[in-house]
């Protein structure tokens, strides 16, 4: 089975210094993996995915990912953290299982970034 | 351009009333998913639907609930006879189509309390 684990429940960096949300996967096949941003009572907002081709993946708000095949990890960085980055991040992998291939998208249990001032 | 809606945003139900939730998707995609994220169990699927094939209702946690997408746009998730531990958060997604590549983008969500 497809699955995805996110070690942290709570990342703390202050700001203006480097910020890294680990995730793990575990698939068969190519993984495609997604991170998604909540804040707060709000819906997921698409970062940034890996399908195919270069292992540093940029995204949306300063945010990139690095995929590493070897380690089946896909870390999620950014250079120098914003208070305004707080939020709950989630780590996905799409389900490619099964002849029905719906594509349903596989969570980790999020984390929690604090970025304080 | 426009993104997934979702309403009501909130929706407090007293157990054992049905309630209906709405999702009306991006325009032009023809991938639909359902997910539900509570405190206990995380983000986890419900339903999906794909243009006019069947949709895919593995996820639907009992028979109380149900989804159909009329005209293969607006999507509409059912939960019959509510109780307690279906309060949660329920997210509505679309995609172009249902390949591995395409990214899904979110609904605000509906906020479903049952007391």
């Known amino acids: 089975a497809q699955s995805v684990a996110q070690p942290e429940d709570q990342v703390n960096v202050a700001e203006g210094n480097p910020l890294t949300v680990k995730c793990t996967y575990s698939?068969?096949?190519?993984?495609?993996l997604f991170w998604y941003v909540q804040y707060p009572n709000r819906g997921l907002q698409f970062l940034l995915k890996y399908i195919t081709g270069d292992n540093l993946v940029k995204g949306s708000y300063g945010f990139e990912a690095e995929f590493n095949k070897s380690q089946t990890s896909f870390h999620l960085k950014k250079p120098s953290a914003l208070v305004s980055d707080s939020a709950l991040y989630f780590c996905?992998?799409?389900?490619?299982?099964?002849?029905?291939?719906?594509?349903?998208?596989?969570f980790g249990q999020g984390t929690t970034l604090q970025v304080k001032p | 351009g426009a993104g997934v809606s979702q309403s009501p945003s909130n929706k407090v139900t007293e157990k054992g009333k049905d309630v209906e939730l709405r999702c009306d998707p991006i325009?032009?995609?023809?991938?639909l998913y359902w997910y539900r994220q509570s405190l206990g169990q995380g983000l986890e699927f419900l339903i999906y639907?794909?243009?006019?094939?069947?949709?895919?209702k593995s996820g639907l946690p009992s028979d109380r609930f149900s989804a159909e997408r009329t005209g293969g746009s607006v999507s509409t998730l059912t939960i019959q006879r509510t109780q307690q531990e279906d309060s949660a958060v329920y997210l509505c997604a679309s995609s172009l189509e249902s390949t591995s590549r395409q990214t899904q983008y979110f609904g605000p969500g509906t906020r479903l309390l049952v007391l």
């Open positions: 639907f794909q243009g006019n094939s069947a949709p895919d």
């Open positions: 698939v068969s096949g190519n993984p495609y």
């Open positions: 325009s032009g995609h023809t991938a």
């Open positions: 996905a992998v799409r389900d490619r299982a099964g002849s029905s291939n719906t594509g349903k998208l596989i």
